[in-house]
């Protein structure tokens, strides 16, 4: 099993609609989970770290289940400049040290 | 954005060649990663360094050679390459280290784009 899983999509919405992105992760001790979002032919860049308790960001919202292991990324009101790949990136430390595991991402495309 | 700068931007390289991919970070970070991105694949971590020291390899061929010489730059070495090592190559730093706890943010280069032939 891959220690990070994604659906790869591509996720074709229309603007204004709301998508939701799902990531899972396999191993327990994994300590910090984040949303990083890559551009094509870009690098990767943060969008938002995942707390336990959820966070939200504008139209971005972000959720952790631990017991289930898995962590969430709701878009909202979904604009053209959000059409790009998200990636999931799940960390633990290890000898004092990251140890970062990223998933395939998923592709989401927003159409006018 | 110049926090993470990559050298060079494109490489193509045949089987004999050597070459090297030059990363710089300009965040005072003390932590420098190497990524190997191929089509349909997830980003793979190729190797850390933490205070100049490696402290990750993940099983990756010796045909690729990391050397840091300081907190700041960080390269890849290449030699004798197979045509499956094309991909895009992505250095990260972050402020790590024994005192993390993990939620550290990653700050991307632009990559290098290699193509083997």
């Known amino acids: 099993r891959k220690e990070v899983e994604q659906d790869p999509g591509p996720f074709n919405v229309p603007e204004g609609a709301t998508v939701a992105f799902n990531c899972t992760y396999s191993?327990?001790?994994?300590?910090?989970f984040f949303w990083y979002r890559q551009d094509c032919r870009k690098e990767p860049k943060l969008l938002m770290s995942?707390?336990?308790s959820g966070n939200e960001d504008g139209r971005f919202t972000a959720q952790l289940n631990r017991a289930s292991q898995y962590i969430s990324l709701l878009i909202r009101d979904s604009k053209l400049s959000d059409s790009a790949t998200y990636l999931c990136?799940?960390?633990?430390?290890?000898?004092?040290?990251?140890?970062?595991?990223f998933g395939t991402g998923t592709k989401l495309q927003v159409i006018p | 954005e110049t926090g993470v700068t990559q050298t060079p931007r494109h490489l193509v390289m045949g089987m004999t060649n050597k070459k090297s991919l030059k990363c710089e970070q300009h965040?005072?970070?003390?932590?420098m990663y190497w990524y190997k991105q191929s089509a349909k694949k997830p980003l793979e971590l190729m190797f850390v360094?933490?205070?100049?020291?490696?402290?990750e390899n993940n099983s990756v061929p010796s045909r690729f050679s990391p050397e840091c010489p300081n907190s700041s730059h960080l390269f890849l070495h290449l030699h004798t390459l197979q045509p499956e090592d094309s991909a895009l190559y992505l250095c990260?730093?972050?402020?790590?280290?024994?005192?993390?706890?993990?939620?550290?943010?990653?700050?991307f280069g632009p990559g290098t784009r290699l193509l083997v032939l």
């Open positions: 990260a730093s972050s402020q790590d280290g024994p005192a993390g706890d993990g939620w550290e943010t990653q700050y």
């Open positions: 191993n327990s001790a994994s300590q910090s």
């Open positions: 995942v707390y336990s």
């Open positions: 990136v799940v960390n633990r430390v290890s000898g004092g040290y990251q140890k970062v595991t």
């Open positions: 965040l005072g970070h003390n932590a």
């Open positions: 360094y933490n205070f100049k020291e490696q402290t």
